[in-house]
């Protein structure tokens, strides 16, 4: 869908779609071909003009990811080493 034309749409649309999928920042931008940033901007400011209840919601979802994420970049970084035959932590 293009939302190049109804940002407002776009805004509830992204906001939802990250509550109901508990999706990050990076997933959303990825299904809704925009960038991280405009994702971000979305979620974090435009969404409080719109749909202050859904703000909430969102909010709630980003505040969990936020939390979690030191621990993906960890899985994803022993993944890479992994998968390349590479040592993990000095180790064979």
Same mark, same amino acid.
Not at 20 to 26: E, I, L
Not at 32 to 44: E, L, R
Not at 57 to 64: A, G, P, Q
């Given at each position: 869908?293009? @939302?190049?034309? =109804?940002?407002e749409?776009? $805004?509830? !649309?992204? %906001?939802? @779609?990250?509550? =109901?999928?508990?999706a990050? $920042?990076? !997933?959303? %931008?990825?299904?809704?071909?925009?960038?991280?940033?405009? $994702?971000?901007?979305?979620?974090?400011?435009?969404?409080?003009?719109i749909?202050?209840?859904?703000a909430?919601?969102?909010?709630?979802v980003?505040?969990?990811?936020?939390?979690?994420?030191?621990?993906?970049?960890?899985?994803?970084?022993?993944?890479?080493?992994?998968?390349?035959?590479?040592?993990?932590?000095?180790?064979?």
């Amino acid at each position: 869908m293009n @939302y190049s034309n =109804d940002i407002e749409t776009r $805004v509830v !649309d992204v %906001a939802q @779609y990250i509550i =109901d999928n508990k999706a990050t $920042v990076r !997933d959303a %931008a990825y299904i809704f071909g925009v960038s991280k940033s405009t $994702v971000h901007n979305d979620v974090s400011e435009r969404i409080k003009n719109i749909s202050p209840a859904l703000a909430s919601e969102v909010r709630v979802v980003l505040d969990i990811n936020k939390e979690e994420r030191h621990y993906r970049g960890g899985r994803a970084t022993k993944n890479k080493r992994m998968n390349k035959g590479g040592k993990l932590n000095g180790k064979s």
